[in-house]
């Protein structure tokens, strides 16, 4: 059934007790330029892998290749390596990476290239048939500019266990990178659930780089940050594992660092991929030191027979304006700008029009940007015409006629291309998993065994919003809130960590507690209506709370928040990054206990 290296290779000696070091040197397309040699100089490393691929850069991927079909992956990855090939294949450090994007065979050929520059021959595989677009209306996909499936790890695997010492991948999961050199590694076999979801959850973890030790982290001002190293997640061959840095690297390692990174972009406790569908309700974190967290317990389960395939469309095309409006009278004024720009529209009218008044003025302010708030005007329209100087032309003109004090943040500027990003699920067997090995010869890897994949929960591969027929973990299985005490208005985020992000439309918003106590309160005052009341934002869409009391967290998918995608997306916030944030500003009746 599956790929096996002899129970020996896998259950005895070194292998079975020496952990697989895997590093990551790149959590999205535009990461720090030096993370990979960084990690090499710091310590020892066994593999490194890079996630260069967000729902974003599958488009700007796609923009690039109807420019030039030689194009279509992430460039940077080749500058990253170019300075460390050497010490890579002198340490015998295997290299994976999705930097392949929309062309992982055009990144091999690059990489060639760069080896032959250099004097050097490294042994350089590609995973590729996820890239469906040639297929998209035999599918039912439509007419996207990039539909890509999510693969899983085992090209991966395959090309390792042949000899590999680079592989280059198209759209795998993020966690594929860290489950496949493991599976390699100790011989996991396919229905080696456990194990597999072990992986997942510290390629999970480790994915988006210093996100793990102590980036965008809630109780940052805890720990002297500086600038974090990047992460490493060394494997065991149960699949537990220890996420940690190289000593005297920037940053933190904590029991909250791993649980930030854990709820980051996620939905409910099973945790759907084309591997393995991994219960992050069964999750354990313990502290194994300094900058040490152990991850042990995790549970997995059969895929789902389906996998996420994630499409790009060209939406149209938008511009932006924004009023400043200083002093007195800011509602009138703003009314009045909107007012007479509409009106100069008329004749063409936009597809859309979308207002935002940022109240970001004080009274009796000392400074003349603290006096001011911020009127932003968003226009789509598939015409470039009517979303470009058209606009912002009509806002230019208003600039001697409109509200006292008028003035424009930028010059009228023309229109830019938006994607709109969606996802579907397609049956697993109609995507094919093949490996180039280095010398050329392509092997193919075959979907899980039916019985297994049929008897899975949920329907698409790790995508946010997706089916989970076999439920969540019962709210019964948090401890209930006994407390009568004294209360205190103050902020959430005393007590509450949250981190926060995006898939498309939609928001997830994870929170988490740092005591038994203090989750027993959170737990039972944070649900899903009370949520929606501190973030107003919310009201009107679908609201789904998860439990995970493991982790002491709920997590919070707000579907429809972001509209359209990042690149569509006219809030404030297009990806939700700030969610969590806001979510913690906003005051309550806290326990004086807990406080």
């Not at 999705?98 to 250099?118: D, E, S, T, V």
């Not at 990003?421 to 075959?446: C, M, N």
């Not at 949920?458 to 997706?466: A, E, I, K, P, Q």
């Amino acid at each position: 059934m599956s790929e096996r290296t002899t129970p020996s290779q896998a259950a005895t000696g070194e292998r079975a007790g020496t952990p697989l070091r895997i590093a990551n040197v790149s959590g999205f397309y535009g990461d720090r330029a030096s993370a990979m040699r960084e990690m090499l100089e710091g310590g020892p490393v066994d593999v490194l892998t890079g996630d260069y691929l967000a729902e974003l850069t599958m488009l700007i991927l796609a923009r690039d290749r109807m420019k030039d079909p030689a194009t279509g992956y992430a460039k940077t990855f080749l500058r990253q390596l170019e300075q460390c090939l050497g010490t890579v294949l002198d340490r015998g450090v295997t290299v994976v990476t999705n930097a392949g994007g929309l062309n992982p065979a055009g990144l091999a050929q690059a990489l060639g290239a760069l080896a032959g520059r250099l004097g050097l021959s490294p042994r350089i595989a590609q995973v590729t048939g996820d890239d469906l677009l040639g297929r998209a209306d035999e599918l039912g996909l439509g007419a996207p500019l990039a539909a890509n499936a999510y693969l899983g790890a085992w090209g991966i695997a395959h090309a390792l266990r042949q000899g590999a010492d680079i592989v280059v991948t198209g759209r795998v999961t993020d966690a594929s990178l860290i489950v496949g050199p493991a599976a390699a590694h100790f011989g996991w076999a396919r229905d080696d659930f456990d194990a597999l979801a072990g992986a997942v959850a510290a390629g999970h973890v480790i994915e988006c780089g210093a996100q793990a030790t102590g980036g965008n982290y809630a109780f940052f001002a805890e720990h002297d940050i500086g600038l974090p190293g990047f992460p490493i997640a060394e494997m065991h061959a149960d699949g537990s594992s220890v996420i940690t840095k190289h000593p005297g690297s920037g940053g933190a390692v904590t029991t909250g660092t791993v649980t930030a990174q854990l709820l980051y972009e996620v939905d409910g406790p099973r945790y759907l991929g084309p591997d393995v569908t991994t219960r992050l309700d069964t999750v354990v974190l313990t502290d194994d030191g300094p900058d040490r967290v152990r991850i042990t317990g995790v549970r997995g389960e059969a895929p789902p027979p389906t996998l996420k395939v994630g499409l790009n469309s060209l939406g149209g095309f938008r511009n932006d304006v924004t009023f400043l409006i200083t002093g007195l009278d800011v509602e009138a004024k703003a009314a009045l700008a909107r007012t007479q720009l509409e009106a100069s529209l008329k004749r063409r009218p936009p597809a859309e029009l979308v207002w935002r008044l940022a109240r970001t003025d004080h009274p009796d302010a000392d400074g003349q940007e603290e006096a001011s708030a911020l009127l932003h005007a968003t226009v789509k329209d598939t015409d470039p015409a009517v979303a470009g100087r058209a606009f912002s032309g009509a806002a230019v003109e208003l600039a001697l006629s409109s509200y006292p004090g008028f003035t424009l943040l930028a010059p009228p500027g023309d229109a830019t291309p938006f994607g709109v990003f969606t996802s579907a699920a397609v049956p697993a067997g109609l995507v094919p998993h093949l490996v180039v090995l280095p010398d050329g010869t392509e092997h193919t890897i075959e979907p899980l065994n039916g019985d297994l994949a049929d008897a899975a929960c949920g329907t698409t591969g790790g995508s946010l919003g997706s089916n989970d027929p076999c439920g969540a973990a019962s709210d019964a299985a948090v401890p209930s809130w006994t407390g009568r005490g004294p209360t205190r208005r103050a902020p959430l985020g005393l007590v509450a960590g949250a981190r926060s992000g995006d898939k498309g439309g939609t928001a997830n918003i994870g929170v988490w507690a740092r005591s038994d106590a203090a989750y027993a309160w959170l737990a039972a005052t944070l649900t899903a209506d009370v949520l929606v009341e501190l973030l107003p934002e919310a009201a009107g869409r679908p609201v789904a709370r998860h439990v995970l009391p493991n982790l002491r967290a709920l997590n919070f998918v707000v579907d429809g928040l972001l509209g359209d995608g990042v690149s569509a997306g006219t809030r404030f916030d297009p990806q939700g990054k700030g969610l969590g944030e806001w979510l913690r500003s906003r005051h309550v009746d806290i326990p004086e206990e807990l406080l």
